[in-house]
């Protein structure tokens, strides 16, 4: 297992490097300059100091390595010393917005909380709902209950979240006056009452995300289902005299899990993401926000970051996902 790991391991490094390579140079060569972010009133003398202190002037691939330090070297130095109040670094450079002149991984750690609390809980509780939907309308095939579960899944599935969110936004706040239409993105949760707003400004998004997961994982669980239902291996298990519950929950949901494991772990890095269009509707403040305004704003530093933050959760999760089928599948670990 640990040199299945290993080589899972040596295939991820080069690639993080080639995908950072591309995505520092299509954003660089994208238009847009900091000088367009920089006061027309600042003196000439500043606004060449200013470029300076941000990198701007010096050659591209200059720009790429100082980068790739401040991202690998720099930022863990600072989290390092903001956990053990140590002071490696001091003194030493970090990314810099464009636009607000800090930096880009304080605005990502203010961010981060309210995409994780909307954005996780909605994955969360998408995963907790579609695999026991998938795991029985496979089972029971063509009921009454597969046949909800199909309609509704299709529903989740092809609606966009953006038109869900804005119907549900229709319905219970505008009409029905249930739940906020704007996410308080300023509310601190210190008693019941505020723990209560809390919870009704996060239904509705946490309801639009979670259905279109839940029925996007869901449909992959029941295919797998059926295709593993039908295998000799289950016929045997039966036939050795083993409950029906044995021969489903611990030989074909393990199998059938395989598949889905790609499919959940890929969309964990979403999470992070967040989930752009909803936060658009709903205003949640949070990473899809930030990487919008960066875009607009132009904050080249910004985009790059946050991209390539995006680019590293793919890949560490597609290596988790290759871990797991070694420990749900050993044959794998073999190929």
């Known amino acids: 297992m640990l040199t299945f790991t290993l080589r899972r391991l040596m295939f991820a490094i080069p690639t993080l490097l080639f995908i950072s390579l591309l995505i520092f140079l299509l954003v660089d060569l994208a238009p847009g300059s900091p000088m367009s972010q920089i006061p027309l009133t600042v003196p000439p003398e500043v606004r060449q100091k200013i470029m300076e202190a941000m990198g701007a002037n010096e050659p591209v691939f200059v720009r790429y390595f100082l980068w790739l330090k401040q991202f690998f070297v720099v930022e863990p130095l600072v989290l390092w010393d903001h956990w053990w109040g140590t002071d490696f670094s001091a003194g030493l450079q970090r990314i810099v917005s464009w636009q607000s002149r800090?930096?880009?991984?304080?605005?990502?750690?203010?961010?981060?909380?309210?995409?994780?609390?909307?954005?996780?809980?909605?994955?969360?509780?998408?995963?907790?709902?579609?695999?026991?939907?998938?795991?029985?309308?496979?089972?029971?095939?063509?009921?009454?209950?597969?046949?909800i579960g199909t309609f509704i899944a299709m529903i989740g599935f092809s609606v966009p979240t953006f038109f869900t969110g804005l119907v549900l936004i229709l319905v219970f706040a505008v009409n029905l006056h249930w739940f906020p239409s704007i996410y308080d993105t300023s509310l601190r949760v210190t008693d019941w009452t505020s723990f209560l707003q809390q919870v009704k400004q996060m239904v509705m998004p946490v309801t639009v995300l979670a259905l279109y997961n839940a029925a996007q994982i869901s449909r992959y669980m029941r295919s797998s289902m059926l295709e593993n239902l039908g295998q000799d291996y289950v016929r045997t298990a039966r036939a050795k005299g083993l409950t029906e519950r044995v021969v489903v929950l611990k030989h074909v949901v393990r199998n059938s899990m395989i598949p889905v494991v790609t499919v959940i772990a890929l969309g964990i890095p979403g999470i992070f993401a967040g989930a752009?269009?909803?936060?658009?509707?709903?205003?949640?403040?949070?990473?899809?926000?930030?990487l919008i305004g960066a875009i607009q704003g132009s904050d080249l530093p910004t985009v790059q970051t946050l991209t390539f933050i995006f680019a590293v959760l793919?890949?560490?999760f597609n290596l988790i996902a290759d871990i797991l089928y070694g420990i749900l599948d050993p044959r794998i670990r073999y190929d």
């Open 276 to 290: 752009i269009i909803t936060e658009q509707v709903f205003r949640v403040n949070g990473i899809g926000a930030l």
């Open 314 to 316: 793919i890949v560490l």
């Open 102 to 147: 800090s930096p880009v991984m304080d605005i990502v750690v203010q961010r981060l909380p309210q995409t994780m609390t909307v954005i996780g809980t909605s994955y969360v509780l998408g995963v907790l709902i579609a695999l026991p939907i998938g795991i029985y309308s496979a089972y029971r095939q063509y009921s009454w209950f597969d046949q």
